[in-house]
Every structure is written in structure tokens, then in C-alpha cells.
């Protein structure tokens, strides 16, 4: 069965600080999808980065960056030079890719609250 | 304007009560979904629609309705709830049909407190 796991419950940091998500996931598929999305205190979910599993370069837009290895199933997330404003709830996603028609049903870990102290 | 709107934000309802969430897109998407929030727990899929039909019911109780009168529009009805169906309710949509590679575009969620 599909699963996320995401061990940090919570972590806080001081500004400027790196600090790195933990995300693994379990799939008996090969051919899937991970996601990180951030939830900020308004509430909605905004999506940051979509890998497919034959993709495996390692991805990095500005202060953010993403280690995928299928070889420990894990996606994890680095944010460098954190800032108050990351400050948010960020969820580890997986979604098996289907044949034509298959619903979307991603499978989200429990999420990491992310402090950013000033 | 957000590109998914979700009202209202805050409801608080009686266990006998019967009320309605909204939600509306206005990205010209065609797959919507509705997902329940509770505390400490994974986001779990409820619904899905695409192109205005239901491809997926997560097994859901019966007390929770859908509707999707137009690729635009997602309602999900509630009546007699119980209190542990207090969480938040986040809509979502995205582009194409609901495939499985599709990113989400989420709207802020209502909150639901059942007394």
C-alpha cells in the first residue's frame, strides 16, 4: 500500500538557518509522482514541486531544494537562509500514475509545522 | 482574486443541522475535489469530479453529499454530522481530468465545528 511518511511532527529554526525536511514513501509501483506542497496559515495548500519517479536530479529553485533517492524511497526538502515568511505546514505527497482515466488520489504525509524564529 | 474560493471560512453547526460548503474556480480547470482535514492526520481524499462527473468516492458516509453543477462550482451538503467530522474542508482543483500527475490548486478551506 501507498504511504508518506513525514517523522518531523514540528521544528523550529532561528532566521537564516538551513533546514531540511524528511519525506519517505512507500509504493510498490515504478512509475509514481511526488509533490511538496506548503500550507500557510490562511489555510490553502500551495504547490511547490512535482518529481516523477524516473526523474531523479536533484532540483533547486532559489531557496529551496529537493534530494530525491529511490534508492531509500525519500524526497526530502531543503530550505536555505530560512526566512519568518516559510514559516508554513508542509506536506510530502505520492500519487501512482494510472493508465489514461486514473483518478487523482494523492496520498499526503501528516505534515512538518516549520517554525522561523527572527 | 484567489483562484479557488471556498465559503464560508468558519461554520459552526448542530448535529441536526443541515448546511452547504461552496466552492468555486476560476482557473477554467476541470477536475475538482474536495479533501477533510483533521488534526494530526494525513489530508484524506473525499470526492473527485471530473469534467462535472464523480470518478471517486472515498468512502465517504452518506451524511456527506457532493455536487458539481458545473466545472466551475462544488458544493459539498452536510446534515446530521457528527462531532467528529469538526475539521477543515479544503476544495481543490486542477487542469486537466483528474490524472494522477496533476498538481492541485487548493482554495483556503472552511473550517467546521459540529457541536
Known amino acids: 500500500a501507498q504511504k508518506v511518511t513525514q517523522a518531523q511532527t514540528e521544528i523550529s529554526v532561528v532566521e537564516k538557518e538551513d533546514v531540511t525536511l524528511d519525506c519517505v514513501y512507500e509504493t510498490r509501483d515504478t512509475t509514481y509522482y511526488l509533490f511538496w506542497y506548503k500550507q500557510p496559515p490562511s489555510g490553502e495548500l500551495v504547490f511547490l514541486i512535482r518529481?516523477?519517479?524516473?526523474?531523479?536530479q536533484n532540483e533547486i529553485s532559489g531557496r529551496y531544494s529537493w534530494n530525491f533517492q529511490k534508492s531509500t524511497s525519500s524526497f526530502n526538502f531543503t530550505i536555505t537562509a530560512s526566512q519568518v515568511v516559510d514559516s508554513a505546514v508542509y506536506f510530502c505527497?505520492?500519487?501512482?500514475?494510472?493508465?489514461?482515466?486514473?483518478?487523482?488520489?494523492?496520498?499526503f504525509g501528516t505534515g512538518t509545522l516549520l517554525a522561523v524564529q527572527p | 482574486e484567489t483562484g479557488v474560493t471556498q465559503t464560508p471560512r468558519h461554520l459552526v453547526m448542530g448535529m441536526t443541522n443541515k448546511k452547504s460548503l461552496k466552492c468555486e474556480q476560476h482557473?477554467?480547470?476541470?477536475?475538482m475535489y474536495w479533501y477533510k482535514q483533521s488534526a494530526k492526520k494525513p489530508l484524506e481524499l473525499m470526492f473527485v469530479y471530473s469534467l462535472e462527473e464523480r470518478v471517486e468516492n472515498n468512502s465517504v458516509p452518506s451524511r456527506f453529499s457532493p455536487e458539481c453543477p458545473n466545472s466551475s462550482h462544488l458544493f459539498l451538503h452536510l446534515h446530521t454530522l457528527q462531532p467528529e467530522d469538526s475539521a477543515l474542508y479544503l476544495c481543490?482543483?486542477?487542469?486537466?481530468?483528474?490524472?494522477?500527475?496533476?498538481?492541485?490548486?487548493f482554495g483556503s478551506g472552511t473550517q467546521l465545528s459540529v457541536l
Open positions: 505527497a505520492l500519487s501512482e500514475a494510472g493508465y489514461g482515466g486514473a483518478t487523482n488520489k494523492l496520498i
Open positions: 481543490a482543483s486542477s487542469q486537466g481530468e483528474g490524472q494522477r500527475n496533476e498538481k492541485l490548486f
Open positions: 482557473l477554467g480547470h476541470n477536475a
Open positions: 518529481r516523477n519517479s524516473f526523474d531523479e
